[in-house]
């Protein structure tokens, strides 16, 4: 199964202070939704705890990511993979993209679930 997510916007801050922020993930990490831990492996990889949920169905994401590619200060990109509630999940790409006047953040995120948390073994 697919899930593609993909947005963006824009801040009116310079580029190199969005760039230096996005790619801390001591600063970054934190503000994202249901944050519970970060564990930082080396400088470009470390791996986020969070909490995730739909009904009564709970559960931790824990996603080992890289930084996978660093122009500063105008593009950076990340990939990750780990477990999701007892699926596997491979994040392709997560990346920021800065302008000239103002940073502007977008993300094309493309996650491939197997779907194991929901299928019998003889189903796989």
């Known amino acids: 199964m ?6 963006d916007f824009t801040v009116k801050n310079p580029r190199q202070d ?3 922020f996005l790619t801390d993930p001591d600063r970054f990490c ?3 939704p249901d944050f519970k831990a970060l564990t930082k492996d080396a400088a470009d990889h470390f791996t986020v705890t969070l909490s995730l949920g739909i009904s009564h169905i709970r559960g931790d994401a824990r ?9 500063p200060p105008t593009r950076a990109a990340y990939t990750g993979r780990g477990d999701v509630i ?9 990346g920021v993209s800065c302008g000239r ?3 502007a953040i ?4 493309s996650d491939e679930i197997d779907r ?5 073994p003889d189903e796989q």
């Open 2 to 7: 697919h899930i593609r997510f993909s947005g």
């Open 63 to 71: 996603i080992k990511m890289v930084l996978a590619e660093a122009t």
């Open 30 to 32: 934190p503000i994202l």
């Open 86 to 94: 007892g699926a596997n999940v491979t994040c392709r790409t997560f």
């Open 18 to 20: 969005v760039y230096t």
């Open 106 to 109: 977008g993300e094309k995120e």
């Open 101 to 103: 006047t103002a940073g």
């Open 116 to 120: 194991r948390i929901a299928s019998r």
